[in-house]
Every structure is written in C-alpha cells, then in structure tokens.
C-alpha cells in the first residue's frame, strides 16, 4: 500500500485503528525523500532518526491506550525559516547556515506528536517567489523538473506534491503559501493574522508574517489549522478570538453562499489557461448552488507598491540583528568592527535579500519616512477598507491564486517580472486576511489554483467552499 499519497485525514483513522503504524507510515515517506529529492531539493535538511523515533514513540503510546492528538504519527516536514531547538533553521541564507536555535517555534511544541522528516527549502529569508534565491540549491516542480515550485514555502508545497511529507508547515508574507501550493497542485492555507502564533518564525515582515499548514486536502488544512490554532502569550499579536471547529461545517455545501468574484483580479494579465479554470471554478460553485457576483476592490492597483515598502521597511529592521556579532555568519579577517560588520552582511546575505533590505532602509531614512513608508501604512488602510466593503455583499472572494502558470527555471530574471506573481496574493495580507488556495485541474499538464479570501477570523467559510471545490475538480496527484 502506497501510504505516502494518501491524505492525512485518512491516514489518522488508519493509525487510529491500529491497522498501519507511525514507523511504517514514516518509513515510507523517508524512502521517497531517498528516492527523489536529490532531484527535486525540496529538503536542506533531512531528519531520518529524529522522524523514526518520534514515530516509535507515537505507536508505542497509541498500544498503550493513550490518548494522542488526532495527527499523531503523520509525517510532516517545516519549512527553514520556523525554529527547531537543537536543529539547524537556516532560512535558506549562508548567514544562519549552521544556526541551531536554542528554543523551538510555537507550532513546533504544538506538533511535537507529528514525526519531523525534514527542515524544507525556501527562498532566501522567505523573500522570493520562486525558491531560486536559496542559498543551497532551487526547488524543483514535482509536476515539471525544468520548472519552478513557487515560493517561498516552495519546498514545502513540492515535499507534500511529490509524497516525501504528508503534511508541511510554510509562511506566508505575500503569497508564499499559497503561490507555491497553486504551482505544485496542493493546498495552501495563509491563516487570519494573529490566528497562528509566529513564535519562533524567523521575521520577515513582522505585520504581515504567518505561519500556515500546507496539504494535500483542504479537510488536512482544517485538521493542521486545528492543531496549531490558538493565543500564545509569547506572540503579541496573538489573538484571544476562540479557535473554532474547523472541520464540523466542511462538508454543509455551498447553497444559498454569495462568492465575490473582485473585478480587479480578472483585469490583471491572468494567462488564458489561468483564466479558464477559473471560469470552471466559478461555474463549479454556481452548479453547487453558490452564487457568483461582481464586487470591486478598488485599490488593488497600489497593494503590490504598498506591500514592498511596507515589508522591505520591517525586513531592515529585522535583519538588522545579523551582524556577525551574536550568531550566524562572521566574516573573517576584518580589521576593525565597522569593517566586520560590512563584510558579515556583503557576504552572508544574497542579492535579493540585500536589495530589499537597502529599499526598506531607504523608506524608513528620515526625509523618505512620511513619503513612502506612513504614506504606504495609509493605503495599506484602504485596502483593507475595500474587503471590508465588498464582504457587506458576499460570504468570501474566489480569485486566481497567480497570473501564471509554474515557469522554468531561470525565466524569469527580472525583478519586476517575479513581483508580479504576488499581485493576486498580496492584498489579503496587507488586511491580515485568512486566505486558501485549492487546485482545480491542469492546464498543460501544470497546475493552477484559485484562491479563497474571506473575512476575519471566518476560516471556516473559506474551508467549506474549498472543500467544495475540491469535490469538483478531485485533488491532484504527481504521477
């Protein structure tokens, strides 16, 4: 029995029932990673013996009659940039390339019962698109070798696609769970802001940052949210807003439900195969008895200005700790400390990650901050304003999750080219919206996923239409 495809709402029953173990289950996701990630490098670090004994440990727990978390003995792989105390986190960065942490991430304790396989490629510090600017090597699309997976959680979406995890953890900034679940054909959930605590996530742009499961079912992303969902004291932006049962609505259906279709997303440069499943999705949730109307965002056309000055200023504060100092890199030989400190951070930080700390210090120099920065922070507000106007009208929004789509390998060079593949992603984020991309077929024999935004805190709406989409288009496996 091939148990690695299996989703891991099925698998927990199985486990539950004592007719497979956590170990054999484990084993045969770690024969996968062997089997395929050199190719595909969607792993920077492989936890074998770590995964085995956690998994031993469950099943020798489960014999006993304890009770155990319903995800126990599920294989699930992190993403690089979400602390693992006593195992190196390296967000993909030659800065923090043998960091071990001295304290685990939240999410981490919560899923302490779920065997870790591994610690998964990212771009670099989570800034990208695409998992090409990783220090260590690009992540390669399960679907198309030649391609991209997406970013930056694209590791983790290309482990859950290609079998070698079950279930993963990514973070999303922009877009960067849901962008790379649309490419590689899984599930992507970007919780509401506050509804995840990001202890323990290393910081990109602290306003907008969370963490969020990725899976091959959307009922597996309402089991993970379950599991890591709740106020954690230790984050100051955790919410106390009570955790809801994710799972007991997901299957009512979508009758009588209004779904936002925001005019704005459809007049953007969508790819004919994107805009063609995305008709079909539309037309899925109308036959199921959903109805579909036109509603406006009206300044979506400044989300994508506003969230690079907005992130770029947050990353140059945040990475401003990676001085050579207290951890990480340190560039040898330096003369004198301002020298080191030049070099510490020349050396260890790569291209992207440096041209968006310099935009972010720029937005943030006196002089520039009441131009760019609290000038951005204000149409920030009006973006979210727009959501708040267009859900007086519907239950949630459905819109593409990118314009594109997976492309080669080194194809797109430009910067300006890859910030457009967050064009459809960024705005939830910028309103601390909860957001879910579910895949809906193939188009050239690629994937493409539409996206779900619905309204604070109101994760359930947006699972319960995905889960209904997910019976019409059936999930997608990698052959």
């Known amino acids: ?240 807003e009570p955790v809801a049962d994710y799972t007991s609505g997901l299957k009512q259906g979508v009758a009588g439900m209004k779904i936002g279709i925001p005019k704005e997303y459809l007049a953007l440069d969508l790819d004919p195969s994107v805009r063609q499943r995305f008709d079909e999705a539309c037309k899925a949730l109308e036959d199921a008895g959903a109805s579909c109307i036109e509603v406006s965002l009206p300044h979506t056309e400044y989300a994508a200005a506003v969230y690079y000055i907005v992130a770029c200023g947050e990353a140059s504060s945040n990475l401003a700790r990676f001085d050579g100092v207290r951890f990480g890199y340190r560039a040898p030989d330096s003369p004198d400390t301002t020298t080191m400190y030049s070099n510490t951070r020349g050396e260890g930080f790569g291209f992207e990650v440096k041209k968006r700390i310099l935009l972010g210090t720029f937005a943030l120099s006196s002089g520039q901050y009441d131009l760019y920065y609290s000038k951005a922070q204000k149409v920030r507000r009006l973006v979210a304003d727009d959501f708040k106007n267009a859900f007086t009208k519907c239950d949630c929004l459905l819109a593409p999750t990118t314009t594109m789509l997976p492309f080669k390998i080194g194809e797109i060079e430009s910067l300006s080219g890859q910030y457009e593949l967050d064009l459809c992603t960024i705005p939830a984020n910028l309103a601390g919206l909860p957001a879910l991309s579910v895949p809906v077929g193939l188009s050239q024999g690629l994937p493409v996923g539409v996206q779900l935004v619905g309204k604070h805190f109101d994760e359930e709406t947006i699972l319960k239409v995905g889960w209904a989409l997910e019976q019409c288009f059936g999930p997608m496996e990698v052959k």
């Open 1 to 240: 029995m091939e148990l690695y495809r299996k989703p891991a709402h099925e698998l927990s029953k199985l486990l539950a029932k004592k007719e497979i173990s956590a170990r054999e289950l484990t084993g045969q996701v770690l024969e996968q990673i062997e089997l395929k990630d050199k190719e595909l490098g969607a792993f920077i670090t492989v936890t074998a013996e770590k995964a085995l004994e956690t998994a031993r440990e469950v099943d020798e727990k489960r014999a006993k009659g304890e009770e155990l978390p319903l995800l126990a003995g599920i294989p699930l792989a992190l993403k690089d940039n979400i602390c693992t105390k006593g195992l190196r986190t390296t967000c993909a960065s030659k800065m923090l390339e043998n960091y071990q942490p001295p304290y685990s991430a939240t999410v981490v304790e919560k899923l302490s019962q779920l065997p870790l396989v591994g610690k998964t490629n990212l771009d670099e510090f989570a800034m990208g698109a695409s998992t090409e600017t990783s220090f260590f090597k690009p992540t390669r699309n399960p679907w198309d070798r030649e391609r991209v997976a997406g970013g930056s959680s694209g590791g983790s979406a290309a482990a859950v696609a290609a079998g070698e995890a079950v279930v993963a953890l990514g973070t999303d900034t922009g877009g960067s769970i849901r962008q790379p679940a649309a490419f590689c054909g899984v599930v992507g959930l970007k919780p509401t802001y506050g509804r995840v605590s990001r202890y323990g996530a290393v910081a990109f742009a602290s306003s907008m940052d969370q963490i969020g499961p990725i899976t091959r079912s959307v009922e597996d992303a309402a089991l993970m949210l379950q599991e890591i969902a709740g106020e954690d004291p230790r984050d100051a932006a955790s919410s106390r």
